[in-house]
């Protein structure tokens, strides 16, 4: 799986989500108006002023979302899967269109448009070790970590953990470049066997374990 960099738009449709969802609580406050006031005009004001101090904001779930086996995957924060898929596709082709018939497909749930074909392909991936980082934080050894492609910080090829792609002290390193003091690093007992394995080839290279 890849990715592309840009992720600005769906961060801010994810805030006009929010700002949905929020209209949505308010509507329904709205219907149960007279009760609501009711409640809270008979809690004493001490009582209620720190209730309403102690709300805070959880960070809006974290997704990663694209084609699989595209280079089209970008950070989505949306409260669930079906929202976060929604943000990161484009608007149906036909939505404007005043002609847009849902019955025989234009503009409907069978709509063949590009934007809807799209979308019928994306998968959304739970992140939730990214939930409330601030996405400039994020790196490529953390999409590598995620299970995703990466930039190898080394040659600028493609790291990806099939090709035994690490994360060596947070930067993302391919498999080609990945060099024995890096298996010392992220898996010890790897490195062990690395070493094993040229000495038993070529018995008078000094691998560093016990040189002549
Ligand atoms: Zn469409
Ligand atoms: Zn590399």
Redesign the pocket.
């Known amino acids: 799986m890849t990715r592309m960099m840009p992720e600005t738009s769906p961060i801010s449709e994810a805030v006009g989500h929010e700002g949905g969802e929020r209209r949505g609580l308010s509507r329904r406050a709205l219907l149960l108006g007279t009760s609501v006031v009711a409640v809270v005009a008979a809690l004493p004001a001490v009582q209620a002023a720190p209730a309403v101090a102690k709300v805070v904001k959880p960070p809006l779930p974290t997704w990663i979302v694209g084609t699989p086996g595209e280079a089209n995957h970008e950070v989505i924060r949306a409260a669930t899967r079906e929202a976060a898929i929604q943000f990161r596709a484009d608007p149906c082709d036909f939505e404007d269109d005043a002609d847009a018939d849902p019955a025989s497909g234009e503009g409907g749930p069978a709509c063949e448009c590009c934007a809807c074909t799209d979308r019928s392909g994306y998968e959304a991936t739970r992140v939730a070790q990214w939930d409330g980082r601030p996405s400039a934080s994020i790196t490529d050894s953390d999409w590598l970590d995620a299970g995703f492609d990466a930039i190898?910080a080394?040659?600028?090829?493609t790291?990806t953990r099939d090709d035994n792609g690490c994360n060596v002290a947070g930067e993302a390193?391919?498999g080609?470049?990945m060099k024995l003091a890096d298996w010392d690093i992220v898996d010890p007992e790897y490195a062990a066997e690395l070493r094993a394995e040229a000495e038993s080839l070529d018995p008078t290279a000094d691998t560093g374990g016990r040189g002549m």
């Open positions: 190898c080394r040659c600028g090829d790291a390193i391919c080609g470049c």
